[in-house]
């Protein structure tokens, strides 16, 4: 899978019920709007075709102690399931969330890919940097990819060495980025449940 790919996914996996909404809300604007005349000789409306509905689900989710376990078919009924692990990140009271990460992969043979959803409000050029335990001595550093109206997303490659190192983790990381002022802030990260929810993301691929 090429890096655009999978910029792309994670993205698409993230904000897909936004995009539904703005789909749906463009199509409602566009349409014509009926012509005067005489309401009584105007022919009725055709019967809509019955629209045939999957036998099984469009999109599952799981929930693993603080992680979830998502699915979701991207294009048809006949295309493979896209699943990620995702944590979000909300401060207590609010409903935004301040941060996403979401493990995952398009297609079964690809390598695992951890993606970051931060504030749009960061400091270029920076990076992401996410750490399990107080003295992790090699934390996972994701370069930024883009930034749209909702967040900016920065994503990298972990490596099976350091999932295995994160699943045996019983200590909370944390996730480390520079904002817009030139502050280096930190955000808990649970691994409360990782464990679990990267064994379901795995049977996904059988």
């Known amino acids: 899978m090429t890096t655009g790919r999978k910029k792309a996914s994670s993205i698409r996996h993230l904000w897909m019920t936004a995009s539904i909404i703005l789909i749906s809300a463009a199509a409602t604007a566009q349409a014509p709007a009926p012509k005067p005349g005489n309401t009584l000789a105007t022919a009725p409306a055709a019967t809509p075709a019955a629209v045939q509905v999957p036998a099984e689900p469009s999109v ?16 048809s009924a006949k295309a493979p399931r896209v ?6 990140l909300q401060a207590q009271g609010q409903q935004t969330p301040i941060a996403q990460i ?3 992969r398009m297609a079964a043979a690809d390598p695992l890919r951890i993606t970051a959803v931060m504030p749009v409000s960061v400091t270029f050029p920076s990076s992401v940097q996410i750490a399990i335990g107080d ?5 996972l550093d994701l ?3 883009r930034c749209i ?7 990298a490659q972990p490596g099976e060495d350091m999932l295995k190192q994160w699943r045996k983790a019983g200590d909370a ?7 817009a002022a030139g502050r280096d802030l930190t955000l808990p990260l649970s ?10 993301l795995a049977k996904e691929r059988l």
């Open 149 to 155: 109206a909702s967040g900016c997303f920065a994503d």
């Open 60 to 75: 599952t989710t799981a929930s693993f102690g603080d992680w979830t376990l998502r699915c979701q078919r991207l294009d």
């Open 191 to 200: 691994t409360r449940g990782l464990d679990p929810a990267l064994d379901a």
């Open 102 to 104: 979401a493990i995952g």
């Open 143 to 145: 370069p930024w990819r």
């Open 83 to 88: 699943c990620e692990v995702a944590l979000v």
């Open 135 to 139: 003295k992790d001595p090699k934390p």
């Open 173 to 179: 990381g944390r996730i480390v980025f520079r904002d």
